[in-house]
């Protein structure tokens, strides 16, 4: 019974997940959120990022590789081209151009606002000290990194391998010092 309810509350949720991550709050790029995300009493999340695989996953579809698979998979695109590649590899190349901030890279592939959700309406200071604000106003957490993770890392990734979560997730935990 209770996972039925679960079941109910998953097939609820799952539309307004969707479509919160395509509301009207505008991408503003890594850099706006490293400014303040990044020194080692915030919990370095800048530089963890950036020496993790995620911040080169876009790079990673522009290589001879990628375009191979890409083309065994019947694509006629490079895979940098190829929105069933972009779709685990990268963010923001399919909004609208009125979303994307000027500091925004596509290349910096799988970053903040890909996990955490378009950043413009919540990055102010007074509203990401208080987390239910930034939740109403966009900032995306997580409380299961088991279904959230494997959103990407699962058997549709080409190359997929089977990864330890909570493994994978110590390669790139970026937790603020304080928890
Ligand atoms: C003006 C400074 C500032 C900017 C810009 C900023 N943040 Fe924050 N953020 C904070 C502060 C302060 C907190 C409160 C927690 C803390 O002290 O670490 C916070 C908290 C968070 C949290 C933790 C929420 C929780 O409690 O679970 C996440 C996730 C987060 N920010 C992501 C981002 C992302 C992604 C961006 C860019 C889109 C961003 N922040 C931009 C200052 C900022
Ligand atoms: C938006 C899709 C997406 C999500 C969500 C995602 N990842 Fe990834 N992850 C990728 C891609 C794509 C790569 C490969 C990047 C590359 O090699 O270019 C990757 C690579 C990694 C790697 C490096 C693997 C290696 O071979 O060393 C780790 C570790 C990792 N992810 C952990 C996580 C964890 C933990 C989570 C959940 C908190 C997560 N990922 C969520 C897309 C994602
Ligand atoms: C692959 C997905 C992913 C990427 C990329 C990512 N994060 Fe996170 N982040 C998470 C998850 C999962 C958590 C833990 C649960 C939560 O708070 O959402 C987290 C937690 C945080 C926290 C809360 C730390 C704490 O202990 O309170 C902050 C702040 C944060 N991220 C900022 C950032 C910033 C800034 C970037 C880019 C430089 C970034 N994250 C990139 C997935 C990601
Ligand atoms: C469902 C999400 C997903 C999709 C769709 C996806 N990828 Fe990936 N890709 C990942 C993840 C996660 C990784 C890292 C771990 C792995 O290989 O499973 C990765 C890794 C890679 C790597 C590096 C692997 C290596 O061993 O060098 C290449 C190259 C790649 N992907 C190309 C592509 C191409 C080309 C497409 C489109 C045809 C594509 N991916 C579609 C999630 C995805």
Redesign the pocket.
């Known amino acids: 019974m209770k996972s039925f309810f679960y079941l109910l509350l998953a097939m609820f949720l799952t539309p307004i997940l969707t479509i919160s991550a395509q509301s009207t709050h505008s991408y503003i790029g890594?850099d706006g959120?490293?400014m303040c995300?990044k020194t080692e009493k915030?919990?370095s999340?800048?530089s963890?990022?950036?020496n993790?695989k995620?911040s080169k996953a876009y790079e990673t579809l522009k290589t001879e590789k990628a375009n191979q698979i890409a083309k065994e998979k019947g694509f006629n695109t490079l895979a940098v081209e190829t929105p069933e590649c972009l779709k685990c590899h990268a963010s923001g190349y399919n909004v609208d151009a009125s979303l994307i901030g000027k500091k925004f890279k596509v290349e910096d592939g799988?970053?903040?606002e890909?996990?955490?959700g378009a950043g413009s309406d919540y990055k102010d200071m007074k509203v990401m000290k208080d987390k239910e604000l930034s939740i109403k106003n966009g900032l995306?957490?997580?409380?299961k990194?088991d279904t959230?993770?494997t959103g990407c890392h699962n058997s549709e990734s080409p190359t997929f391998v089977e990864i330890n979560i909570e493994e994978a997730?110590q390669k790139?935990k970026?937790?603020?010092p304080?928890?």
């Open positions: 890594t959120c490293g995300h915030q919990g999340q800048l963890i990022w950036q993790s995620h799988v970053q903040c890909t996990c955490h995306v957490v997580h409380d990194l959230f993770c997730w790139i970026h937790s603020s304080k928890n």
